[in-house]
């Protein structure tokens, strides 16, 4: 690295040497805005937190040389160097503490002439002054001589990056100081071990001359377009020629002879100047290693010739070509430039004692930098494309220069070009920049009337909104005006409601000047309807309407006041204040378009307020927009609607809201009283024949109806629909009513009735007696009354005998006065057979009962309890039938777990009793024995209570061990403490 002492004389040389306005000044200096801090007219805060680094900052490599350098070369970070007459230094620049020397060998005078490095870093070319070549490759330290270049001082090497590999160069071309152009390829390989030479073919392909002597070839370049095409790229000393060819399709290896065959007879094109310098350097600009050049730039006699590669012009490279001539203080007689490398917006001069840089865009010294003479002679300046470094070298050092925001700049000089899409490019991640390229390109837009398209640009700047509105004003510019609104409409927030609004309110009023204008003009026809779709398109904005959400007044305000009524309609749309569009539709007799727009919407509320207007002109299409709406709609809500329907009288009117009513009670299955009533009335009224099929559709049970029984039943009264009386009669389960509406039209029907209360036959006899008495005495139809009596099994003959009258012969009932007579025998045998059965079973159960007291069973002195395992004759005890024998303790902790919480209860209450009637019998003991014979009867008849409870089935035969099968053995809260019993 470079010492502090070797850095203050770099700097105090420089400062001495740079002439004045030679850095870029900085964007803020360079804008509209003020000098100092603040806030200019872009509206951006110029403030700078620390200085900019240089473009372009040196930098001395930490290098001591044993030999004086004689040569230099960079690429793809591998470096390599020639000190003294044949020594090769080489190092890889990501492992600089790794350097690779080799010694060339060299016994003759013979010196290094020219060195030459492939873009990979991989072959290295040694041009030796004995008209010798030598090879490198990266992976060798073993220098080979190139047997087939022998006699030929090369100049220059064109290298083939599309095809060259780390083995194998591909095909290259190499040019001679005699101006002879070769074809060549070297490679190294496992197949070629045992050869003394690597070059595979070394072959002539063209000669250059110039003033009919030979012109030695300076540099070479080599470029293939996407399209297969060709490019060579030849310098001479005072010209540069471009060869243009196609890439063969032959597996011939020579590749580039079939392209310069074709200029045997021709000269290729070419540029010449007339002075030299005795040489000639070019360089091209590459942004990545194998990627095709962007731009050259050509060091002569004359000066700097540079432009852009265009590689879609079908006859030459070079495009956008200009000359930067040296300046006073550099002459190519007694201080020529050394040499020249490209960057991608500047040029930098390798001069005998400093470097300069000169920007391309606009031929302008930015740099300069000067070197102290002990470092020695400047030799050469190289560039590393692949890492963007450029390094200097003299005799004694070697210096590099970091290329740092090449284009930080550039964006001034592109908008003082006036080339302003460029300037934005390069400044589009610097908003204090745009703002100024598109403040500048505004303006000019302005100067040249091209006023709507400045009103673009001014919307996107910073600049003060009143400054701009009042300059359109002013230059009578509505549509640039209108433009800059919506510009600045546009990159507004919905935050910014006030701006919003203000900026909304402004086009409007815009707009509909601009619409009255043309529309009293017929000839503009066009032109108005063109205004009014923008217009729309503005009004149906999605900002537009977030912003008036709460301020739709204004507008209102402003379209009434140019009486703009169909676009006021619009606005309404699309403000989705459907209530002002239906009722502007309603208002001028368009019921249909009404109709159409709630359709659309399909708001409730809307068919609830405008729905009673349309039925009274358009009810048919207005009931099937409300069937299409299902159940979207509250058919209650709807009842003002269908009544002033109903009241219009029309029969049409009335089928159209019994339509509706009848779709909401089948389809919608709407439960709503009102509904169902409303139906009802109008059933009642207009459709009788359907009254009885809703009533009878709708069921008897009166839990399951939907309507008011008792209103039906006063409506039906009303309109004397007796039979649908009769109906609802019965759904109100009263009986008698109905059978005495039924009697007054068909007695068939009054049967129905008084077959309904099955559960009480008290009812349905009295009922039966009812139509029984009419027949008699209303019809006087003796045979019928016999009918009636023969279908209810509840009538006898006794029953209606008292209906007749007292001189009606016997002879119409005498039949069924017998068959009374013997079901009544036959009732009597009945009730006779069934004391007989009674009285034996009586018997019977008086004898088992005898039987089972003298029933007994034996019990061994040896038996146990079936549950202790104890002697069982020890303690009271129970025998069961089964065999299994219980002490009575033993049984009741059996028995009492299984019994219920009340048996339990129970149980323990008795148990008490029983104690305490011990207790009373040994104090009573004195007593008499009448007293004592009660007491005996208690006691007995408590164990008797307590024996039902415990003992009245074996606790292992009977029902209690079927229910506990599903129990465990053991009791899950003693199941630990039985588990460890067995440890």
């Known amino acids: 690295m470079s010492s502090i002492l070797d850095e203050y004389e770099d700097s105090q040389a420089r400062a001495r040497l740079r002439p004045a306005g030679l850095s870029y000044p900085h964007p803020q200096q360079r804008g509209g805005g003020g000098g100092g801090g603040g806030i200019g007219q872009s509206g951006y805060v110029n403030a700078r937190l620390e200085e900019e680094k240089p473009i372009f900052s040196k930098q001395r490599i930490d290098f001591t040389p044993p030999n004086d350098i004689t040569h230099l070369v960079v690429c793809n970070n591998q470096l390599c160097m020639s000190m003294g007459k044949d020594t090769l230094l080489r190092i890889d620049l990501g492992k600089p503490d790794q350097p690779n020397q080799i010694e060339v060998g060299r016994k003759d005078d013979a010196r290094i002439h020219k060195l030459f490095l492939d873009p990979s870093g991989s072959h290295l070319l040694i041009s030796l002054t004995s008209n010798e070549c030598l090879y490198l490759n990266r992976n060798s330290q073993k220098v080979k001589s190139l047997n087939r270049w022998k006699g030929h001082l090369i100049e220059s090497i064109g290298w083939n990056k599309h095809l060259g590999t780390e083995s194998s160069t591909g095909p290259i071309l190499a040019g001679t100081s005699q101006g002879q152009l070769y074809e060549a390829e070297i490679a190294v390989s496992e197949e070629r071990l045992f050869t003394s030479s690597p070059d595979l073919y070394f072959k002539n392909v063209y000669t250059l001359e110039e003033d009919g002597c030979p012109a030695p070839v300076c540099c070479l370049e080599i470029e293939r377009s996407t399209d297969t095409r060709l490019f060579v790229i030849v310098t001479t000393r005072k010209r540069l020629y471009q060869f243009v060819g196609k890439v063969p399709e032959s597996s011939d290896p020579l590749m580039f002879q079939p392209m310069f065959s074709q200029y045997t007879n021709t000269l290729p094109s070419f540029q010449e100047f007339p002075a030299s310098l005795g040489y000639s350097e070019i360089s091209f600009y590459t942004s990545k290693l194998r990627s095709s050049p962007r731009s050259f730039a050509w060091m002569m006699g004359n000066g700097v010739l540079y432009g852009t590669v265009d590689f879609t012009r079908p006859d030459s490279l070079l495009s956008d070509v200009r000359v930067w001539e040296y300046s006073p203080d550099i002459s190519p007689e007694t201080q020529p430039p050394r040499s020249i490398v490209l960057t991608q917006f500047h040029f930098l001069l390798l001069l005998p004692d400093r470097v300069k840089a000169v920007c391309t865009l606009n031929g302008q010294l930015v740099f300069e930098d000067a070197f102290p003479d002990k470092f020695g002679r400047l030799l050469r300046m190289v560039k590393d494309s692949a890492a963007g470094l450029v390094w200097v070298y003299t005799e004694k050092a070697v210096f590099r220069y970091h290329i740092q925001k090449e284009s930080r700049d550039v964006w001034q000089m592109y908008m003082n070009m006036g080339k302003f899409e460029l300037a934005k490019e390069y400044c589009k991640d610097r908003p204090e920049c745009l703002d100024t390229v598109l403040a500048r390109e505004a303006d000019h837009c302005f100067r040249n009337k091209k006023y709507v398209e400045s009103a673009k640009y001014y919307a996107l700047t910073q600049k003060y909104f009143e400054e701009i509105a009042l300059k359109f004003i002013e230059a009578k510019q509505e549509d640039a005006l209108k433009e800059f609104l919506l510009k600045k409409l546009k990159s507004l927030k919905l935050e910014d409601r006030t701006q919003l609004t203000l900026l909304v309110t402004w086009l409007t009023e815009i707009y509909l000047n601009r619409l009255g204008r043309l529309e009293d003009d017929k000839s503009k026809r066009g032109q108005f309807d063109t205004s009014r779709e923008e217009f729309r398109r503005f009004l149906g904005g999605s900002k537009i309407k977030e912003c008036l959400l709460s301020n739709r007044s204004i507008i209102y305000d402003l379209l009434a006041s140019h009486g703009n009524v169909e676009d006021m309609v619009f606005f309404s749309v699309v403000m989705q204040d459907y209530e002002r569009v239906v009722a502007h539709h309603c208002q001028h007799d368009d019921h249909a378009a009404a109709l159409a727009l709630m359709a659309k919407c399909q708001d409730p509320n809307l068919f609830y307020k405008f729905s009673p207007i349309l039925m009274q002109h358009i009810p048919r299409q207005v009931v099937d927009a409300w069937i299409d709406m299902k159940k979207q709609l509250d058919p209650k809500s709807l009842i003002p609607a269908l009544v002033n329907y109903s009241q219009m009288g029309s029969s049409a009117q009335v089928s159209e809201a019994i339509r509706y009513l009848e779709f909401c009670v089948h389809q919608l299955q709407v439960t709503d009283q009102a509904i169902h009533n409303y139906l009802l009335s109008l059933y009642a009224k207009y459709k009788p024949k359907a009254l009885l099929w809703y009533l009878e559709q709708a069921g008897s049970s009166a839990h399951h109806i939907h309507y008011d029984l008792k209103y039906a039943l006063r409506l039906c009264a009303e309109n004397n629909q007796n039979q649908a009386c009769v109906h609802i009669y019965k759904t109100m389960e009263l009986y008698e009513e109905a059978v005495d509406h039924a009697l007054q039209m068909d007695v068939d029907l009054a049967k129905s009735c008084a077959d309904m209360p099955e559960d009480d036959e008290e009812l349905r006899k009295k009922l039966w007696l009812k139509i029984a008495r009419h027949v008699v005495q209303e019809e006087k139809d003796v045979k019928k009354a016999m009918v009636c009596l023969s279908s209810c099994n509840l009538l006898k003959i006794e029953d209606i005998l008292p209906f007749f009258p007292n001189f009606v012969t016997i002879d119409h009932f005498k039949e069924a006065i017998c068959s009374s007579l013997q079901e009544y025998n036959k009732h009597i045998d009945e009730l006779k057979q069934e004391m007989e059965e009674a009285t034996e079973?009586?018997?019977?159960?008086?004898?088992?009962?005898?039987?089972?007291?003298?029933?007994?069973?034996?019990?061994?002195?040896?038996?146990?309890?079936?549950?202790?395992?104890?002697?069982?004759?020890?303690?009271?005890?129970?025998?069961?039938?089964?065999?299994?024998?219980?002490?009575?303790?033993?049984?009741?902790?059996?028995?009492?777990?299984?019994?219920?919480?009340?048996?339990?209860?129970?149980?323990?209450?008795?148990?008490?009793?029983?104690?305490?009637?011990?207790?009373?019998?040994?104090?009573?003991?004195?007593?008499?024995?009448?007293?004592?014979?009660?007491?005996?009867?208690?006691?007995?008849?408590?164990?008797?209570?307590?024996?039902?409870?415990?003992?009245?089935?074996?606790?292992?035969?009977?029902?209690?061990?079927?229910?506990?099968?599903?129990?465990?053995?053991?009791?899950?809260?003693?199941?630990?403490?039985?588990?460890?019993?067995?440890?």
């Open 841 to 983: 079973s009586a018997k019977r159960i008086r004898e088992d009962i005898q039987e089972m007291r003298n029933k007994y069973g034996v019990v061994e002195s040896q038996e146990k309890c079936a549950s202790c395992d104890f002697p069982l004759l020890n303690r009271p005890f129970y025998l069961f039938l089964c065999g299994h024998m219980f002490h009575s303790d033993c049984l009741q902790q059996e028995v009492v777990p299984h019994l219920s919480p009340f048996k339990q209860a129970r149980l323990e209450e008795l148990q008490r009793r029983l104690a305490a009637v011990g207790q009373a019998k040994s104090r009573q003991r004195s007593k008499e024995a009448e007293t004592s014979d009660r007491g005996q009867q208690s006691r007995d008849q408590i164990k008797s209570d307590i024996d039902d409870l415990v003992a009245a089935e074996c606790v292992y035969c009977g029902e209690l061990m079927i229910k506990s099968i599903d129990k465990p053995f053991i009791d899950p809260q003693r199941c630990e403490e039985e588990n460890n019993s067995w440890l």
